[in-house]
């Protein structure tokens, strides 16, 4: 099947009753679109939408392709100042911005941890850095993520060890004055089981946790950390209403800078090269020109 769905494009035709958009306007495509009947579509939760039909998930073909149709209503216009390239980037940003969302408490002074530092994971650290998060910290276990994330939004870093949860939370604690009682939030974006473990014994009592991450169906998971500290735990799917125009806008005003994600561009042609170079972890995110682009 067609593979893809972090893109953006050019508007070649609209149908009859399309008011918003007009050809040669540029923009970036949510990839998935509900039913817009049932209950979560009514009450504003589409992204839980039974029906969702979503790109490159079967049976659906994806949108690494050189046409693809779309509800007008799905697409959204970049600002002159958003490249296409940047465009593309909406996706996984609109997915941060959801999971931080979930959070529902990051303002500014706020501490974030955040557990991975994988294209999501970096972009829930700028996101929180962007709400206001004075004390945003990534945790990975990949020493070149973390430099990364401390040139691109981080705060601080910390290395996860192979030592029991509890005391990687206590180092991670121990980082700055601001997580002595434990972070305000945390957000796992790994789906690791040892991360997981790890957030609920950083978050402070009566903070929240948010599972942006996915993982093993069934997990080691410490309730008692749970209960005792009161915590709110929140799980995060995709993207919802909002999400999207929210993504744009942090984009076109510059409080996130997705242009240091890109590790390079390949041709359509290569595309399989660059499906390999991000599976060996060579990579942040490569992207893929369109069929249709011009080539120099």
């Known amino acids: 099947m067609v593979l893809g769905h972090e893109s953006a494009g050019t508007i ?5 009753s399309v008011t918003t958009l007009k050809p040669g306007d540029r923009v970036a495509l949510e990839p998935g679109y509900p039913c817009r009947r049932c209950g979560p579509c009514l009450s504003g939760r589409y992204n839980l939408c039974p029906e969702m039909r979503f ?24 600002p002159d100042s958003v490249t296409l390239q940047e465009g593309a980037l909406i996706e996984p940003l609109a997915v941060a911005v959801h999971i931080v969302r979930q959070a529902a408490v990051v303002t500014p002074g706020q501490s974030v941890v955040v557990m991975g530092a994988g294209p999501v994971g970096l972009l829930c650290a700028a996101v929180a850095r962007a709400f206001g998060a004075s004390t945003v910290v990534s945790v990975d276990i990949v020493e070149s993520k973390l430099s990364f994330a401390k040139s691109f939004c981080s705060t601080h ?32 974006a790994s789906g690791a089981e040892p991360s997981i473990q790890t957030s609920l014994h950083v978050v402070r009592p009566g903070g929240t946790y948010v599972q942006g991450g996915m993982g093993r169906d069934e997990i080691t998971f410490p309730i008692m950390a749970l209960c005792l500290k ?9 993207y919802g209403s909002g ?42 995110k490569i992207l893929i020109a369109g069929p249709n682009e011009k080539k120099e």
Do not use: M
């Open 157 to 188: 870093t910390y290395s996860s060890q192979r030592i029991p949860a509890p005391e990687n939370a206590s180092n991670i604690r121990a980082l700055a004055p601001s997580l002595a009682g434990g972070a305000d939030v945390v957000i796992d």
């Open 243 to 284: 999400d999207y125009k929210l993504a744009v806008e942090l984009v076109a005003s510059g409080k996130v800078d997705v242009r240091k994600l890109i590790s390079g561009v390949v041709a359509f042609e290569e595309a399989e090269q660059a499906f390999k170079k991000v599976k060996e972890g060579e990579v942040i």
């Open 12 to 16: 070649v035709q609209v149908g009859s």
């Open 55 to 78: 790109a490159a998930t079967p049976p659906y073909h994806g949108t690494l392709t050189g046409f693809w149709v779309s509800p007008a209503d799905f697409c959204y216009k970049l």
């Open 230 to 238: 009161e915590v709110t735990a929140k799980g995060s799917f995709r």
